[in-house]
């Protein structure tokens, strides 16, 4: 089997495949960029295995007149940059030592023991310059082809080696595997039994999985599980998924959206739990706000945003287990398009101060409740 995509091809992954070759060591694509191309989804990432230490790696790549970054080269890894586009090198490991975050690496010079080392067998799949594909394990192609996201050998000895392996299993879930087969019974029943383990793991690394997790098209199979598993409540204290699914059917044609799906997935300060961005955690904020306020779409629009307005409305709807209504679109827009005809400059000198902000509360108040319809003459006339 060979991979399909022109990528492999570029000259920038040539360029650095055939570097540590012609330098005498193996070097293979793998992971990620294996998986999505025989899948025929996008490719980004290139990830590169080889047997060349860390440092043999770096004096190859300075010969080779490329740039150098010790991104983590402690564990393994370089990263190497050709024709702008960075390349990650990491030397073929096997794990000596663990405690469920960081684990202790011997380098090693058997792909087979690299692959063993890897989280899921769909992920332990390697690739030549000519793109031709290995699969050391025996299990990964065949797990890929029928979409079937198992765990590397024993689940709990995965999970053990680093606990955010929990998260990644439900985002790759979500991402790869077939819905109408389910999670993998034995890798599920694993991070139940080890879900204790995501208390040990930084906010920042599990935000990113669950911001990875939420932005799937359709997240809510896998956080249904997530919560039967016991993990949503340790990611996410209070979060209840029921929402989620009718959320996803409403969205139609809409972006999947991390913060939409998390407002309405809910919990005890999901900015603290997943480390939001201030940023994030206003968007957030504005959500739960227009919720609240509960006003017609177009008010809404107006008061807090199209984008927060919109939100609200799914959110409502789905939680009803509604359908959208008609022209709910449009109303949003007209919101958003809509302007206070009056401005202070209107009532001043003859009002300021207090009685100037309460004027203008009024008269919005006025124009709010005839649905944008009355002009500045009419809103101004008691003021003359």
Same mark, same amino acid.
């Given at each position: 089997?060979?991979?399909?995509?022109?990528?492999?091809?570029?000259?920038?992954?040539?360029?650095? @495949?055939?570097?540590?070759?012609?330098?005498?060591?193996?070097?293979?694509?793998?992971?990620?960029?294996? $998986?999505?191309?025989?899948?025929?989804?996008?490719?980004?990432?290139?990830?590169?295995?080889?047997?060349?230490?860390?440092?043999?790696? /770096?004096?190859?790549?300075?010969? *080779?007149?490329?740039?150098?970054?010790?991104?983590?080269?402690?564990?393994?890894?370089?990263?190497?940059?050709?024709?702008?586009?960075?390349?990650?090198?990491?030397?073929?490991?096997?794990?000596?030592?663990?405690?469920?975050?960081?684990?202790?690496?011997?380098?090693?010079?058997? /792909?087979?023991?690299?692959? *063993?080392?890897?989280?899921?067998?769909?992920?332990? @799949?390697?690739?030549?310059?000519?793109?031709?594909?290995?699969?050391?394990?025996?299990?990964?192609?065949?797990?890929?082809?029928?979409?079937?996201?198992?765990?590397?050998?024993?689940?709990?000895?995965?999970?053990?080696?680093?606990?955010? $392996?929990?998260?990644?299993?439900?985002?790759?879930?979500?991402?790869?595997?077939?819905?109408?087969?389910?999670?993998?019974?034995?890798?599920?029943?694993?991070?139940?039994?080890?879900? *204790?383990?995501?208390?040990?793991?930084?906010?920042?690394?599990?935000?990113?999985?669950?911001?990875?997790?939420?932005?799937?098209?359709?997240?809510?199979? *896998?956080?249904?599980?997530?919560?039967?598993?016991?993990?949503?409540?340790?990611?996410?204290?209070?979060?209840?998924?029921?929402? @989620?699914?009718?959320?996803?059917?409403?969205?139609?044609?809409?972006?999947?959206?991390?913060?939409?799906?998390?407002?309405?997935?809910?919990? /005890?300060?999901?900015?603290?739990?997943?480390?939001?961005?201030?940023?994030?955690?206003?968007? @957030?904020?504005?959500?739960?706000?227009?919720?609240?306020?509960?006003?017609?779409?177009?008010?809404?629009?107006? %008061?807090?945003?199209?984008?927060?307005? $919109?939100?609200?409305?799914?959110? =409502?709807?789905?939680?009803?287990?509604?359908?959208?209504?008609?022209?709910?679109?449009?109303?949003?827009?007209?919101?958003?398009?809509? %302007?206070?005809?009056?401005?202070?400059?209107?009532?001043?000198?003859?009002?300021?101060?207090?009685?100037?902000?309460?004027? =203008?509360?009024?008269?919005?108040?006025?124009? =709010?409740?005839?649905?944008?319809?009355?002009?500045?003459?009419?809103?101004?006339? %008691?003021?003359?």
């Amino acid at each position: 089997m060979k991979l399909r995509g022109d990528w492999v091809q570029a000259g920038h992954v040539q360029r650095v @495949l055939r570097m540590l070759e012609a330098g005498g060591h193996q070097a293979y694509l793998v992971g990620g960029c294996v $998986r999505n191309d025989l899948i025929g989804a996008p490719v980004s990432d290139m990830d590169i295995a080889t047997d060349a230490l860390p440092e043999r790696v /770096i004096t190859l790549a300075q010969n *080779a007149g490329l740039k150098v970054i010790p991104t983590g080269i402690e564990h393994g890894t370089v990263t190497v940059v050709a024709d702008h586009e960075p390349h990650e090198i990491t030397t073929f490991r096997r794990d000596i030592e663990t405690n469920g975050r960081h684990a202790t690496v011997a380098f090693s010079s058997d /792909i087979a023991e690299d692959a *063993a080392r890897r989280d899921f067998t769909m992920n332990a @799949l390697y690739a030549r310059a000519d793109g031709s594909v290995l699969d050391p394990l025996g299990e990964g192609l065949d797990d890929l082809a029928a979409r079937r996201l198992r765990f590397v050998g024993a689940p709990e000895a995965r999970i053990q080696e680093d606990y955010l $392996r929990i998260l990644r299993f439900f985002r790759f879930t979500a991402w790869y595997a077939d819905p109408a087969q389910g999670p993998d019974a034995e890798g599920l029943a694993a991070c139940a039994a080890n879900c *204790a383990g995501i208390e040990t793991l930084s906010r920042e690394r599990v935000g990113h999985e669950m911001r990875k997790l939420l932005a799937a098209r359709d997240p809510a199979p *896998a956080v249904a599980a997530m919560q039967a598993a016991g993990v949503l409540a340790r990611v996410l204290p209070g979060a209840e998924a029921r929402g @989620l699914a009718p959320l996803v059917h409403l969205e139609a044609d809409l972006a999947p959206d991390f913060l939409r799906r998390l407002a309405i997935l809910g919990g /005890i300060e999901p900015s603290e739990a997943l480390r939001l961005s201030k940023s994030e955690t206003r968007a @957030l904020a504005q959500i739960h706000a227009a919720l609240e306020a509960g006003l017609p779409l177009a008010q809404s629009a107006y %008061r807090f945003g199209p984008q927060a307005a $919109r939100d609200a409305a799914l959110i =409502l709807s789905a939680s009803l287990g509604q359908e959208m209504a008609a022209g709910w679109q449009a109303a949003i827009a007209r919101g958003a398009a809509a %302007r206070l005809p009056v401005t202070a400059a209107d009532l001043m000198p003859a009002l300021s101060g207090p009685a100037l902000g309460g004027a =203008l509360k009024e008269i919005e108040a006025r124009w =709010l409740a005839s649905d944008f319809t009355l002009s500045r003459e009419a809103l101004l006339a %008691r003021f003359s």
